[in-house]
């Protein structure tokens, strides 16, 4: 009689097969919480350890119980968005005895450098300020509340908060030209910057102002034709223009 065996890759992966299996049971029994699945793809049991965890923040509707004009004034002004306890800390012990437990009253520069030193990486128009440049040594309360943070003089510089920008086309050949030269920025834009953003150039034509061959500007300025300078590429996409120079 002919016995008939499997062929020995066959084997190897059956054995591979029966050993994963197995691991994974192991794993399941000894390693995977028991309340794994129970609710979802995550541990059931955890809602109810979060609920034994004690409570910090209170939050912005009891802090207003007792400070309605820091609040009010606040909901009408730049940090409406920003949370009490963002600045003053965690404050249910405070409620729970407002005599004895005095919340964090932030006076140092630090605390509001957090959000508001420069960070090139951060949106543009949010208010940022070099800390050495910037009323050195000053604290910020001296002029700005924190529950309404509008400065007392709207910024008449673009760089006061394009500082990179500024410094940028400081070095430029683009020194000279006023930023209103290229962009239209409406009074809101100073006062709230991301509710009025200002214009931009849209076309090669703007730049052939200046630097088309037909173009009434002096000798020095450079000049294309715009006919076939770039082909179908806009100027800014080989010119960056607070450093134009050719990359």
Request: glycine fraction near 6%.
């Amino acid at each position: 009689m002919r016995i008939w065996k499997l062929p020995g890759p066959v084997v190897r992966v059956v054995f591979l097969l029966v050993l994963a299996v197995t691991a994974l049971i192991f794993l399941r029994r000894h390693f995977v919480p028991e309340t794994f699945g129970e609710l979802g793809h995550y541990r059931a049991a955890a809602v109810a350890m979060n609920a034994e965890v004690p409570i910090q923040y209170a939050g912005l509707q009891a802090c207003a119980e007792c400070h309605e004009e820091e609040a009010e004034t606040k909901q009408h002004s730049y940090h409406r968005g920003l949370a009490c306890e963002g600045c003053h800390g965690p404050s249910v012990a405070h409620t729970e005895d407002p005599i004895e437990v005095q919340p964090l009253v932030p006076r140092e520069r630090n605390s509001c450098l957090r959000c508001h030193e420069y960070r090139f990486s951060r949106p543009t128009g949010f208010p940022q300020v070099i800390a050495d440049l910037h009323n050195p040594m000053e604290p910020c309360l001296g002029c700005h509340d924190p529950h309404d943070p509008t400065p007392p003089e709207v910024p008449g510089e673009c760089s006061a908060c394009h500082a990179a920008i500024a410094r940028t086309k400081a070095v430029s050949h683009h020194y000279a030209i006023d930023c209103e030269t290229c962009h239209e920025a409406t009074d809101e834009h100073r006062v709230d910057p991301r509710s009025s953003l200002p214009t931009k150039p849209r076309d090669r034509e703007f730049c052939g102002q200046c630097h088309a061959k037909d173009a009434d500007s002096l000798s020095s300025i450079p000049s294309v034709d715009l006919a076939d300078h770039g082909g179908r590429y806009i100027c800014w996409q080989c010119h960056y223009p607070h450093f134009p120079e050719a990359q």
